[in-house]
């Protein structure tokens, strides 16, 4: 099972958009359409935001959106608020009914 | 609703076993597709994917932990139980337990954990 990557850090400005990235192989992103993305605020618990890749549960903004090429995944949050101001994370299915997350993107708002 | 509480030790002593459970309603461990994950998050880290057992009783763990870990599900009182061998410091986190619903067949699913714990502080010292 390998590790998934992810940038460590994205910032952006009120209102601009920004987009992290979550890298895989082809035993688990590049060949399952099965990524989610999930919010952690301080001190909050993770809070799922996409799944499939690029669907949204119920409640979510659609100004999160996911999607996917090869071995990377993407998450882009448009309008960049304040609120967004978290840590990132991706999953990605690894076969066999298993899991990995990814080492997690800090999104700091300017 | 579907929610899920962690309970177990706050404390635990170097090379004991830690053993979590997991509690949750608004679902049935026996329903088709369902599983109940757990994973940890160390202070200050990532999160970490530990296990997994679905309604089937088909159990999967984390590659790097998979000699200390055990789970395990009653169904009629909806926990599932975790346990972890040989605890060390760096085991030191909050853990969580989360609902997932598989994709299996033509029906697909979230296959996301979707619904959370609030979370038990384990601190091995």
């Known amino acids: 099972q390998s590790a998934l990557t992810q940038s460590p850090s994205v910032s952006g400005s009120p209102g601009q958009s920004v987009t992290i990235s979550c890298t895989g192989t082809s035993s688990d992103v590049g060949n399952y359409d099965r990524v989610s993305w999930y919010q952690q605020s301080p001190g909050t618990v993770p809070k799922l935001i996409i799944y499939r890749v690029g669907q949204r549960p119920s409640g979510v903004s659609d100004r999160f959106s996911g999607s996917k090429s090869g071995n990377t995944a993407s998450l882009t949050i448009s309008g960049l608020r304040a609120e967004d101001e978290a840590d990132y994370y991706c999953?990605?299915?690894?076969?066999?009914?298993?899991?990995?997350f990814g080492p997690g993107t800090r999104v700091n708002v300017l | 609703q579907i929610t899920l509480k962690e309970s177990g030790p706050t404390l635990v002593n170097p090379a004991q076993t830690l053993t979590l459970t997991c509690t949750f309603s608004?679902?049935?461990?026996?329903?088709?597709?369902?599983?109940v994950g757990w994973i940890r998050q160390p202070p200050g880290e990532a999160l970490e994917w530990l296990a997994v057992?679905?309604?089937?009783?088909?159990?999967r763990y984390s590659p790097s932990l998979r000699a200390r870990l055990s789970i395990t599900k009653d169904t009629s009182e909806n926990q599932v139980v975790l346990t972890m061998t040989k605890m060390d410091p760096v085991d030191t986190a909050t853990y969580y337990c989360?609902?997932?619903?598989?994709?299996?067949?033509?029906?697909?699913?979230?296959?996301?954990?979707?619904?959370w714990g609030p979370g038990t502080v384990v601190t091995v010292s």
């Open positions: 999953c990605s299915y690894a076969g066999d009914y298993s899991w990995v």
């Open positions: 057992i679905y309604w089937d009783d088909y159990k």
């Open positions: 989360s609902h997932i619903v598989m994709t299996f067949g033509a029906v697909t699913a979230d296959d996301a954990f979707d619904f």
């Open positions: 608004g679902f049935s461990l026996s329903t088709s597709r369902v599983g």
